[in-house]
């Protein structure tokens, strides 16, 4: 059998195979992570290190998993967690927080938080800092925290 394309009808035969092709490479992002009450700690005289917190909405249908956050702020940016083991209390770097759909997720003082490892910039209350949420889709959230002093939380 053959098949005859008019100059047409073979431009939309490319363009639809492009277009199909294109459908197919796209990722899809599962909800979205609303961010609300955050904040950076404003560096202490002779330290170099410091935390943010702040609380993670999913809204989405799908759980959202945050594997790293980054910022130009400091050398380091880990997830943390405190430990409470008999009687004593110690911080442990995490590889991921999972925030499930439909729930909230907390970076709070005592819990899970981000520290700022090697601080770059002097991080002092009424400053911004700048930071990407780093998620396992694929997909990245940028977000601007301002810095709070440590006298006022």
């Excluded at 294109?22 to 990722?27: A, D, E, K, P």
């Excluded at 799908?62 to 209390?89: G, P, Y």
Aim: charged share 15%.
């Amino acid at each position: 059998m053959r098949y005859i394309f008019s100059t047409m009808g073979f431009a939309r035969a490319i363009m639809g195979v492009a277009l199909g092709l294109s459908l197919m490479s796209t990722t899809v992002m599962a909800g979205s992570i609303d961010v609300s009450e955050a904040y950076v700690r404003e560096v202490i005289p002779g330290q170099v290190n410091s935390a943010a917190f702040m609380s993670l909405a999913n809204s989405g249908d799908a759980d959202k998993v945050l594997v790293s956050i980054n910022s130009n702020a400091a050398e380091r940016v880990e997830l943390h967690q405190h430990i409470h083991q008999q009687n004593n209390m110690r911080m442990e770097q995490v590889e991921r927080v999972v925030i499930p759909a439909g729930e909230q997720f907390e970076f709070s003082p005592g819990g899970y938080h981000v520290m700022f490892i090697g601080v770059t910039s002097s991080l002092r209350a009424g400053e911004n800092v700048e930071m990407s949420l780093q998620f396992s889709d694929g997909s990245a959230q940028q977000i601007d925290l301002p810095v709070v002093s440590i006298k006022h939380r």
